[in-house]
């Protein structure tokens, strides 16, 4: 125990005299949070929709036939009650729902104003508004179409309103989405980066190199290197929450111990990863090349940017070796649905197994190495 502390506190000092480590523990987050980086909407092309009819008549299961022909939506099919389509939004199984009210047909007939109301799970705000319209647009091709089969003569059909509801973000506003992404960024480059520099640097100056003909053990090594970075990045990423809360206004829906141990979960990931990186790597060049690769197919294939349902499927399979993906959805569904601990287990328990993995692959790594 005295050999990891000693090692900790060795890490600690390093990193207080690293001036390029202090500035991307310090400068890096300030500049992301401050000029905040906004991006541009995307083509949405996979939405999927229900239904809940409670009207059963033919002029709602014409306008849900539209839908179904439609080449952006996936008609899920009716839906019993609300609460069933809450659970279905919960579980991202749909992500609009049409609810048609009870004489929907006969008031519209009559001349009256029936509102169709439309249920957006607008966690993805550029998603929930693109959907929107393309819905407004279905609506509108249907009701001119039918204007279009009733004579001059007869009564003006009805004009349909819809009533806009969106669930975890209800102002649409895309910050509520980015900020926890970028809070994800940080953590990233603290663990992956930072960690991966760190250690680099120790073998072009030579200590390394002692350290290998000392007795301290390996796994001894190991976590006097990890400890201290996870400490910073656990450290970094409160501060996020705290600036997430005070300065743009979003809080967490969920626990915060759980989204922490969720944390604490995806750092052992990226750490072991920096730790391998930096094994692998002769020099800071290289491991910064390997690190900035590997990071930007993290990012854009994060669902950040653009959801990963409209990816192509090659895409979706690179995406199951991203911890970025998974901790995305995590904090995602902690910070806006409010989820809680059993409805990230699965994505919790596949960062574990990532983390087991890739460190277990750092210390055989540094094993060969030290031989």
């Not at 009701?143 to 349909?160: C, D, H, L, V």
């Not at 190991?222 to 400490?231: V, Y």
């Not at 995602?332 to 409010?338: A, C, P």
Request: hydrophobic letters at 50%; one cysteine or more; aromatic letters at 14%.
């Amino acid at each position: 125990m005295r050999i990891i502390l000693m090692l900790i506190r060795k890490e600690f000092l390093q990193v207080y005299r690293n001036k390029l480590l202090m500035s991307i523990l310090i400068v890096a987050p300030l500049v992301q949070f401050i000029i905040f980086p906004f991006t541009a909407d995307y083509e949405i092309k996979v939405l999927h929709i229900g239904f809940i009819d409670y009207d059963q008549s033919g002029t709602s299961k014409q306008i849900v036939e539209k839908f179904t022909y439609s080449p952006y939506f996936i008609n899920y099919g009716f839906i019993e009650s609300r609460e069933k389509g809450e659970l279905l939004m919960m579980q991202d199984k749909v992500d609009f729902i049409i609810e048609f009210p009870s004489h929907f047909e006969k008031e519209m007939i009559n001349g009256g104003d029936p509102q169709i109301a439309i249920t957006a799970n607008a966690i993805n705000s550029v998603k929930a508004g693109i959907g929107s319209g393309y819905i407004k647009n279905v609506l509108r091709q249907f009701f001119e179409e039918k204007k279009e089969g009733i004579p001059i003569t007869s009564k003006q059909i009805a004009t349909i309103e819809s009533a806009h509801v969106y669930w975890y973000n209800e102002r649409m506003n895309y910050k509520n989405l980015i900020v926890p992404g970028i809070l994800v960024i940080l953590v990233t480059l603290i663990g992956a980066y930072v960690t991966a520099l760190n250690i680099v640097r120790e073998k072009e100056i030579g200590t390394i190199e002692q350290m290998n003909v000392s007795p301290i053990k390996k796994w001894q090594f190991l976590l006097g290197k990890m400890i201290p970075f996870w400490i910073l990045g656990m450290a970094e990423f409160i501060l996020g929450l705290l600036m997430m809360k005070f300065i743009f206004g979003i809080s967490v829906q969920g626990s915060v111990g759980v989204l922490l141990l969720a944390t604490s979960v995806y750092l052992l990931v990226m750490l072991g990863l920096g730790f391998f990186i930096s094994l692998v790597s002769r020099n800071q060049l290289q491991a910064m090349f390997i690190v900035f690769f590997l990071f930007v197919v993290f990012v854009l294939l994060s669902g950040l940017f653009t959801p990963t349902e409209g990816m192509p499927q090659w895409a979706k399979y690179i995406n199951y070796a991203n911890p970025m993906s998974f901790f995305m959805n995590i904090i995602k569904l902690i910070v806006m649905k409010g989820a809680g601990f059993f409805d990230i287990l699965k994505d919790l328990i596949t960062l574990a197994c990532m983390a087991v993995i890739i460190n277990f692959a750092a210390i055989m790594s540094y094993s060969d190495k030290k031989r």
